[in-house]
């Protein structure tokens, strides 16, 4: 099966699943179960169904992959797929709180709609969802003890989650940051929850330690080169293509990896300078794009995604499964590489 | 041994999970974790250690107290009891964000001292740091099943909770209020999880599940009767002994029992004019306080604060226990009763 007919296949698997786990037979509780379904891509402000994207269901699918790679049932992972996505739903309605984001895949966050109270605690129901749906996995035929592995595995991926959010959040007010506390601070943020993903799809196929363990850090590793590639698409995407005004990460004056780069270099004085301005403006961005420029930065951060992503590739291989039954995460792997949007 | 001499015992215990759980070895998340330890009550706002209280510490007692009761190894139900009291002080700290307040336990608040962000962030830590205290119960020689069940059991509290939250909020615009809602969100935000700490002592105890049942029950019917008295604490409490301001829930327009009784008795409409208002202002309080006598509103939930807490010593009962094991938690329970702070 190519990616595209297993994509056909799990898509709408996944939908299901995450569909059922966020609904309510209350009438009491339709507006809290609405926020949710509004944030996941199903329902327009006024709970009316919509049509139209949701996000990539990037995490889930990574998840059914490798666990169908490991030969595994995908019906017995689903739980786990659908628990990562609601997790990484919920993270992103806490970080659009705390980035005080108005918009996200083009419509309004749920903070700006319905006030920050309601969305921390939108969030905090899908945090506690996402662990009742991945509870689901004892109603498989799951030995208890896996099921208590997988638990462990996504508990800590929520904490390092946590701790990621709290470095970046650090290093806001900072001009020192070095490029290995931003891989520290990505690794938690976005790698940890990538590598769970593809870890729990090889751990619910019954597959052996090691094999489990290539295939969390095939994930870890993709999600180091997305994340970078992001930070990328942040300073010089399409503003067409990604939704969000070009040069947006300049402005708000995040910490990524370009910038972290080129602050430790031979251009950092200058570019500290105008960082240590209380507001960046969009007749700055020539000035930091020029800077960025003298020292290549985005020559190196793309140098840095390809070596992540080599060691994506290595790691799969390290998994000892045929060509064939890895074919499909080489594709999806490949889709992501040089991404657009 | 008396209820004192079991608090001498167990307090220390508890306080020492919580601080092993709270803790990093990490020089970079020193001050993610000052944050929770402040919370807790064990820093000041410079992160230097401080003696002082920071809770009761009421729900992890009521765990060990109920594995007690039912037979069980207190050490085995630790972890339990220490994850639900982070549990707890997630949901607080997320609740003074959402209801804005500047001050719990006489201390300024996570969210006053370290803004919005950093506040919602370190709640998520302790929601993700209550599952993982709670996983560590597999490391003791509890069954995997039954580690599994406590886990549903946690989650499904965790549901509830922002259930009783979204509630909550969504009563802030109305004034048809009934008590059947109003018993529905404290069951939700309060009861749930005292029910779920009683429960769980006695699940980790290896008790049959009719006991386990009882004690469950226990917990939840003195969770509602704690929440009413808490209603009644915040109207006609006074300031030196709970360390909030008197009547603060009337300024606050709080839909607490006492109101929402009111609200819909004979002095139904005459309070609804003053809950209109934008604003209600220490001037509005006499007003009231006065329609709220009119109708006895502190004398019926003090009657309904008493029917619960007779409903929990039944259940205590049903747990088929003699009365000399039941009789500490008798003990705490009647210190519940009529408290003034």
Not at 70 to 78: F, N, S
Not at 123 to 129: C, E, P, R, S, V
Not at 250 to 269: D, M, N, Q, R, W
Not at 298 to 322: P, V
Request: with cysteine.
């Amino acid at each position: 099966m190519s990616i595209q007919e297993r994509m056909a296949r799990y898509l709408p698997l996944i939908e299901e699943t995450l569909q059922r786990a966020l609904q309510t037979p209350c009438v009491a509780l339709a507006g809290h179960h609405g926020m949710m379904q509004y944030h996941l891509g199903w329902l327009d402000e006024g709970f009316r169904p919509r049509v139209g994207e949701g996000g990539k269901r990037l995490r889930p699918l990574l998840c059914l992959l490798a666990c169908a790679a490991a030969r595994g049932d995908v019906q017995v992972a689903l739980p786990a797929a659908a628990a990562i996505e609601i997790l990484h739903n919920f993270s992103l309605v806490h970080d659009d709180i705390e980035d005080r984001s108005p918009t996200r895949r083009g419509r309004p966050t749920v903070w700006a709609l319905w006030g920050v109270p309601q969305a921390v605690n939108v969030g905090d129901a899908l945090f506690a969802l996402a662990h009742r749906t991945l509870g689901r996995l004892a109603e498989h035929d799951v030995p208890p003890e896996r099921v208590l592995a997988a638990m462990r595995a996504f508990d800590d991926t929520c904490v390092a989650l946590t701790e990621g959010q709290y470095l970046d959040m650090s290093f806001e007010a900072r001009l020192d940051v070095s490029v290995d506390e931003y891989l520290a601070m990505i690794e938690g943020k976005t790698a940890a929850l990538m590598g769970l993903s593809t870890g729990l799809g090889a751990l619910l196929a019954g597959a052996p330690a090691h094999t489990v363990e290539s295939f969390q850090r095939f994930g870890q590793r993709l999600g180091i080169a997305f994340q970078i590639e992001d930070d990328i698409l942040g300073i010089w995407g399409d503003e067409a293509l990604t939704g969000k005004p070009a040069a947006s990460d300049i402005v708000e004056k995040k910490k990524t990896l370009p910038v972290v780069y080129a602050l430790g270099s031979a251009a950092g004085e200058r570019l500290r300078t105008l960082y240590r301005q209380p507001q960046l403006t969009a007749e700055d961005v020539p000035s930091v794009l020029a800077l960025l420029a003298e020292v290549d930065a985005e020559g190196t951060a793309r140098r840095m995604a390809e070596e992540a992503h080599q060691q994506a590739l290595a790691a799969l291989a390290d998994t000892g499964l045929s060509e064939e039954a890895l074919a499909p995460l080489r594709e999806l792997a490949a889709s992501l590489r040089g991404r657009r949007r």
